[in-house]
């Protein structure tokens, strides 16, 4: 694991998140972006989450569950996840998901997508998809969400979770599709100062950066990897990867990334977009 970034310390036995982003499925197993059985590199980092996490309290996916929005590839992603990991799910949409497929999904273990109590903590998850666009925005609807559940739980220390980046990370490509209204997020965020991170996928690439007391994260997708720093679609050579958290009732969060490391995988490192 590296990349642990802490906030302070306790003794205390901390809750532990995992997040995973970006996963990509098709509509059947086995299809491939960029030249890459996203299924496959799915599995294999489920495989490492098995090896290096001996107590799971809760998973989240942070969006793109789907590269089309089919739903068997939201049926597929649970079973996925169930077959292994019997804590609590979480999820979100992403700019290739559809909403209102996710959320109305027929099946009995549908991850939760709006709350999530996790011992002291609190894990808001938010809709940053605009149909039909690439780009992320907050409804007005959903900031106002943001705020009363904020207002509620005022003493809960809290993650707040989305699909899109609210800060450029540095890859004009991809910057250009950030929340174009996270000016609006942060206006109620910077009011409360229980929110301890937010944290976001979209990017394909690890980003910590901090926002007053706020940790800003990034997660790596455990699909294919976007080069940090680059103004152009470039895909990266770094693997698959995750995040993890441990949460204390304290309010401190440590944090860090692992990736896929026994793998060899076959990508179109050449591809100009996707």
Not at 100 to 123: E, N, S
Not at 167 to 185: F, H, M, P, T
């Amino acid at each position: 694991m590296v990349g642990k970034l802490s906030t302070s310390h306790t003794d205390d036995r901390p809750v532990r998140l995992v997040q995973i982003t970006d996963t990509h499925l098709g509509s059947a197993d086995g299809e491939t972006l960029l030249g890459l059985n996203t299924d496959q590199s799915l599995d294999d980092v489920l495989d490492i989450v098995q090896r290096e996490q001996s107590h799971i309290d809760a998973m989240v996916c942070t969006g793109d569950i789907a590269s089309a929005p089919n739903p068997s590839c939201y049926q597929r992603y649970i079973e996925q996840i169930n077959s292994r990991f019997s804590c609590s799910q979480g999820w979100l949409p992403g700019n290739h998901d559809l909403a209102d497929v996710m959320f109305t999904l027929d099946h009995p273990q549908r991850p939760a997508h709006r709350t999530m109590m996790l011992g002291a903590w609190l894990v808001v998850l938010l809709d940053t998809s605009v149909p039909g666009f690439v780009h992320g925005e907050l409804s007005r609807a959903e900031l106002a969400f943001l705020s009363q559940t904020l207002n509620e739980h005022s003493n809960t220390p809290t993650i707040v979770m989305l699909h899109h980046q609210p800060v450029v990370v540095g890859s004009e490509w991809i910057d250009q599709y950030i929340v174009r209204n996270s000016d609006a997020l942060f206006a109620i965020t910077d009011r409360h100062p229980q929110v301890k991170a937010i944290s976001w996928g979209h990017v394909h690439q690890l980003f910590e950066q901090r926002r007053g007391e706020t940790l800003l994260l990034a997660t790596p997708s455990t699909c294919v990897q976007f080069k940090p720093d680059c103004d152009d679609f470039t895909v990266d050579t770094a693997m698959p990867g995750y995040r993890w958290y441990d949460l204390y009732p304290d309010g401190r969060i440590e944090t860090g990334i692992s990736r896929v490391t026994d793998k060899a995988y076959v990508i179109d490192y050449r591809s100009a977009g996707y």
